[in-house]
Structure formats: C-alpha cells, structure tokens
C-alpha cells in the first residue's frame, strides 16, 4: 500500500450525506486534498487544506456542500460532503501536495474510494 488509503465511499442516496477519509502512513507538514473523476471527464479539483489546518480551498461545484478537515495527531484528512447529487458520483483522490500563490499543486496520489449517488 501507498502512503495515502482512501476509506468511506460509497452509495448515497441524492440529498443524503457521506463522508471519506485518508489515512497517512508518515506525516509530514504538508497540505492535503481531494480530487475527484467522474467516467468520461477530467479530474476535478475538490477541496484542499494546509498542514496546520487553518486554511481551505474548495472547488467551486462544492462550495458551501463538502468540508476539508484533517485531523494531525491521527494522521487524517477527511471530507464531509452534505446534499450530495448524481453529478458528485465519481471516484474521489485524497492526495498531498503544496499551496502556492494560494493554489494547491499535489504530488502524491492514493489509489481512490468510489462514491455513488442514486438518484
């Protein structure tokens, strides 16, 4: 296994709510985030927090619905998604990576946990 493991996806009916997390074999201060893909599109940019935990960037399609939170002393960074919608089905990436200018560049990938919403 990777640095990064992905747990908690999953099928969620529409409106419901799921969160995901990653686990980090070795920390280290990076930031840490979440991508996400959906069968026949581009990876998408999701959310993304720096290593003290004090600043987060989310991507514009889930804004004010997904919550970054890591979780240091554990070695954790979860997402929390609420009214969740058939157009946020897609495998979801936690990954590790820098901020810069203020946009989050990762470097490291895991190997992804599926999340499904029925409709």
């Known amino acids: 296994q990777g640095q990064l493991v992905e747990s908690g996806g999953g099928l969620v009916q529409a409106g419901g709510s799921l969160s995901v997390s990653c686990a980090i074999r070795t920390f280290t201060p990076y930031a840490m985030g979440w991508f996400r893909q959906a069968p026949g599109k581009e990876r998408e940019f999701v959310a993304a927090?720096?290593?003290?935990?004090?600043?987060?960037y989310y991507g514009d399609s889930v804004k004010g619905r997904f919550t970054i939170s890591r979780d240091n002393a554990k070695n954790t960074v979860s997402l929390q998604m609420n009214s969740l919608s058939p157009e946020d089905t897609a495998v979801y990436y936690c990954?590790?990576?820098?901020?810069?200018?203020?946009?989050?560049?990762?470097?490291?990938w895991g190997q992804g946990t599926q999340v499904t919403v029925s409709s």
């Open positions: 990954n590790r990576g820098i901020f810069a200018d203020g946009i989050y560049y990762p470097d490291s």
């Open positions: 927090i720096n290593w003290r935990g004090d600043y987060t």
